[in-house]
């Protein structure tokens, strides 16, 4: 398919009139990012293969008209029961990601959800196609701190060790044993023998060595974990011990994590590449595909699946495998899979711009009129929230008749204030919401949408938001590390909106509830640090989000994790 003409009738569809538009070439300029020489060189082949006529504009700037020999819906059906002929998503995949009306795949909306799902080949290997609803930001785990890809880097890699989440407890990973010294200054880990990496090679104490020292690096985001690492020393090919500064009874749930995945110290890291230990490898990466094949020779118990295929699609309006919508019949053989109190949404403000949400006093009426029980009920979008856990959150009471008063303190006088959120249906809600709510007593809020894979790793938040509305979904199962994580990691806008003298506090705080050796007296600290963080209102907890999914009914599997019901190394089709 000549995904560069669809793109062309779709950009020119809506200004369309009996299948002829008039259009100047710099439109044409910026839609395939190349000349108007070059544009102009299309359009004749266009023309020289009977799709169109092209008739030239007289005259610099003046309109150009393109007549095209057939139907748009025609041209699409077409393409699209050919591809379904072929078994081939990727045409339809490119299809879909235009500005197409969806009603024009409705005859054939059934085969084209049975492209997804289980499928199995001529070959016999049983393969699961999965959408993601936006394009991956990052796969460098000394970077990624978004759940999703989290979730996609333990596919590629294991960590020394692995953190139980039922149990709460630490379990051998690549390491199979492991100890510390009583003052929890001198950890030891003892790899497995004959772990292979997916370019042959077998792990070593130097691979991690060489992880650890990635890791170190002041830009990574686990750079706050390793800080008290003096020094690592390799004493044979499968033993490792790590001395440290300060005793860290936590430092073995650090090592449990996708970002501490132990790379081999031989090759230069590759996001698109990714060679690890894990049970799946990378076959194909693009920026809307992703292939992973099964590694034959992984240590562990091979995957069920053989190939897992995760496709871009950006619209929300074709459920498939797994889709946060909800809107398909029992008889589509979809099933929809819940799970309560998954994260957290919350308002953060904003100390990096000088503004008013630098007074207490501001932020404390926006914490009372966001009435989070009244905007649940209204909007669907799960349980009030008050702390970061789920079951530690509790009824509030807000009191609307303090807001007047509180504006009138802090000075407000009107002015309008930038509202950051990502540009996802969810979100969009929950800030007009907040924005409506807000003009009722007088604060002018401006929405404004970033896109998650743009921004994310980027300086726009601090740069243009005053505040932001957005949700949390620990990349961690380790709940403890989720909001070490939270408050800790570089990426992550507690650190990156909070001022110096607010970090150096909550820096200090985190410190004595990782320091501590006994998990009660941590979830002590961790009481102390939400209820500092609540009660001065550096930010305000919304709810805890409801996550739908609907999975193929034929997909079968045990266990899951924050990102997705399915645990790719044990799914299976029944």
Known sequence: ??????????????????????????????????????????????????????????????????????????????????????NSLTDVMELLQLEIPKE??????????????????????DILRYVLRRPITSLDPLKTAVSREAFLIRQFGDS?????????????????????????????????????????????????????????DAKSVVAWQLQNILEINCPDKFTVTIRLSKGEPFFGHYVSTGNLAILPHDIVFEERKWVSTGPFRIKEFSDRKIVLEVFEEYYGERPLMDRIEFWVIESRELPVTVSTQANVSEADEYVERRQKDVGVDFLIFNFQRLSVVQKPEFREALYHLLDSIQMAAELEIGTPASRFYPEKSYFETKAVSKVDALLKKAGYKGETLILGTFNSLEARLKVQWLKDRAAEFGIMLEIKELSIEDSFYTKEFEAQTDMMMMGDIPAATDRELAFLDFCCN????CQRFFSNEILTILNHKVEKMKFNEDYDRRQQKYEEIDQWLTENHYLVYVSHPIKRELVHSTIEHQGGDSFSYLNLRTAWAE
């Open 104 to 125: 024009w795949f409705e005859e054939v909306f059934k085969e084209i959800q049975g492209l997804f799902g289980v499928q199995q080949s001529s070959d016999d290997q």
């Open 1 to 86: 398919m000549d995904f560069v003409y669809y793109q062309l009738r779709a950009h020119f569809l809506k200004k369309e009139e009996n299948r002829q538009v008039s259009f100047r070439l710099t439109e044409l300029e910026e839609l395939w990012l190349c000349t108007i020489k070059q544009c102009k060189r299309r359009l004749k082949q266009y023309q020289e293969c009977g799709r169109l006529i092209y008739i030239p504009g007289r005259g610099r700037g003046n309109y150009s008209t393109l007549i095209f020999q057939e139907d748009f819906q025609t041209e699409v059906q077409l393409i699209v029961e050919k591809a379904l002929q072929d």
């Open 490 to 493: 570089p990426n992550l806008l």
């Open 160 to 216: 020394l060790l692995i953190y139980d989440e039922r149990s709460h407890q630490l379990k051998s990973g690549l390491a199979h044993h492991w100890s510390a010294s009583k003052d929890y200054c001198s950890w030891t880990f003892f790899l497995r023998k004959g772990v292979r990496f997916h370019h042959g090679r077998t792990l070593t104490s130097e691979d991690v060595r060489h992880t650890l020292l990635r890791g170190k």
